[in-house]
């Protein structure tokens, strides 16, 4: 059974620039959440996706938006980049929301903001 | 004060040992508890996955929770030098959707 992917798995971009990432989750997982890894943070949910909806959202600006689409692949967007906004941006899948569905992580998508 | 505590390490031990990893939380709502591995420049593994409190056992690696006294632990027998990487310990109130809420990480390298 193949795992969650991500791509693309590495991005450099300048500041200013938007960018979308993808994540394709496991066969037949329905729910998609997305993390935001840094050094100084570490790993802190950005948001959550389930039939095409929001679930729930993390403490991040609006810069930050995500969508789901009806076979469960979800794709999220960073408009006006800032070099704070490098990281690795991690995608987990599960058959469904809430915390009783374990998550399972894909390999990530490592932003470079210059 | 962040939600989750977990000392970042670096750990250091010799193969065959002992491993002891732990993480404190603040928020009495947690219910679920889960121990995810990381290894450099891949996505977390999740290896543990416990509701409530009480242990867990899975070959190598024994999960403990202490609800009580917001405390969770992670034991790994027999430390190989494979078992070196980052360990997160997280956690999720279970009314905020699939929502989880990582420790810092723990660094552990497994000398041969």
């Known amino acids: 059974k193949a795992g969650v992917t991500q791509t693309p798995r590495y991005l450099i971009k300048t500041r200013g620039q938007q960018v979308t990432l993808s994540c394709s989750p496991i066969?037949?997982?329905?729910?998609v959440s997305w993390y935001q890894q840094t050094p100084g943070q570490g790993l802190q949910f950005l948001f959550e996706?389930?039939?095409?909806?929001?679930?729930n959202k993390g403490n991040f600006p609006g810069r930050f938006s995500g969508r789901q689409f009806s076979n469960s692949r979800s794709e999220m967007n960073v408009s006006t980049l800032e070099l704070g906004d490098s990281a690795l941006y991690l995608c987990?899948?599960?058959?469904?929301?809430?915390?009783?569905?374990?998550?399972?992580f894909g390999p990530g998508t490592r932003l470079t903001v210059l | 004060q962040k939600e989750v505590e977990q000392d970042p390490g670096p750990l250091s031990v010799p193969e065959g040992a002992i491993v002891s990893l732990n993480c404190t939380y603040s928020?009495?709502?947690?219910?679920?508890f889960m121990w995810y591995r990381q290894y450099s420049r891949k996505g977390p593994e999740l290896l543990m996955y416990?509701?409530?409190?009480g242990n867990k056992e899975d070959g190598r690696f024994t999960a403990q929770v202490d609800k009580s006294s917001k405390y969770i632990s992670l034991f790994i027998r027999d430390s190989q030098p494979s078992d070196s990487a980052t360990y997160l310990c997280?956690?999720?109130?279970?009314?905020?959707?699939?929502?989880?809420?990582f420790g810092q990480g723990t660094e552990l390298s497994v000398k041969p």
């Open positions: 066969s037949g997982h329905r729910s």
């Open positions: 997280a956690m999720s109130a279970g009314n905020q959707g699939g929502k989880l809420i």
């Open positions: 928020n009495s709502a947690f219910q679920y």
């Open positions: 987990a899948s599960s058959l469904a929301p809430g915390a009783y569905n374990e998550q399972f």
């Open positions: 996706y389930f039939s095409e909806t929001q679930r």
């Open positions: 416990t509701y409530s409190s």
